[in-house]
């Protein structure tokens, strides 16, 4: 009776292992494509969490920073804010988050932030602004 078991050529792939190949190769590009995005997220909860959540309405001992690229600075509805950031005639955009996060004290002297002093790594800083902007 002849021999019909199927052996492996050494050299030779087979299609199941040319796919998990496929696969394994692509597997990067797909965890680069949410890194920021995680990393921002990361950056926040690390820095930011403990005062601030994400939730609309949702205030700690920060204001909820929901939406806040594009908001009005001190007004959030239901939150006490400081004199100083209520006096604030500005807009918080990415530029501003990104000067505030880096040193607040500059940017709203008298801000009840505190003690929060700053995160001087702008890379860091950059993923927050971006993970805020993109709506957490």
């Not at 807009?91 to 607040?104: G, H, K, S, Y």
Request: proline share 7%.
């Amino acid at each position: 009776m002849p021999d019909t078991t199927r052996r492996s050529t050494p050299g030779r792939a087979t299609p199941a292992l040319l796919a998990l190949a496929g696969l394994l190769a692509a597997a990067p590009a797909f965890a680069q494509a949410d890194a920021p995005a995680a990393d921002g997220q990361t950056s926040f909860n690390n820095s930011c969490r403990t005062c601030h959540a994400l939730n609309e309405g949702d205030h700690r001992l920060g204001p909820s920073l929901a939406g806040v690229v594009g908001r009005e600075a001190g007004s959030v509805e239901g939150y006490g804010f400081s004199s100083a950031l209520a006096r604030a005639d500005f807009t918080w955009d990415e530029a501003r988050l990104d000067a505030f996060i880096e040193n607040p004290d500059a940017v709203v002297p008298g801000h009840n932030m505190k003690p929060f002093p700053g995160i001087t790594n702008a890379d860091e800083r950059a993923l927050i602004v971006q993970f805020l902007a993109s709506g957490g």
